[in-house]
């Protein structure tokens, strides 16, 4: 990675910016740790929601089955990016030792 050092500018904002730069692969890493995580959440939510107990009352449920499994995809994906329950940021800090920068 190549850094041009200009004297106008701070040098907390050039580590700032810096700091916020990522390569590539680096980006594909972080999108990578999102989906695991939310993945991870998917199953979670789908196997808690089995210990409910099954009820006849409305008959057949096999479209009720699919929304909540469609649901709680959803819920996965948004709970990842509003507000992750941090593993995505441990995989990616593991990870992205062995990620090189391209730039």
């Known amino acids: 990675m190549r850094v041009n050092w200009e004297p106008n500018q701070n040098m907390v904002d050039q580590a700032e910016q810096l700091a916020e730069r990522k390569s590539a692969s680096q980006e594909a890493l972080q999108h990578a740790a999102?989906?695991?995580e939310a993945l991870f959440l998917y199953y979670l939510l789908s196997e808690m929601?089995?210990?409910v107990p099954d009820n006849d009352l409305l008959g057949?449920?096999?479209g009720e089955k699919l929304f909540q499994s469609m649901l709680d995809q959803e819920i996965a994906d948004?709970?990842?990016k509003a507000q992750s329950i941090g593993l995505a940021k441990l995989i990616?800090?593991?990870?992205?030792?062995y990620v090189a920068d391209d730039e």
């Not at 990616?92 to 030792?97: A, D, G, N, P, V």
Request: no cysteine; net charge positive.
């Open 60 to 62: 057949d449920r096999r």
């Open 34 to 36: 999102d989906q695991f």
């Open 78 to 80: 948004h709970s990842v």
């Open 49 to 51: 929601r089995k210990t």
């Open 92 to 97: 990616y800090e593991q990870m992205s030792r």
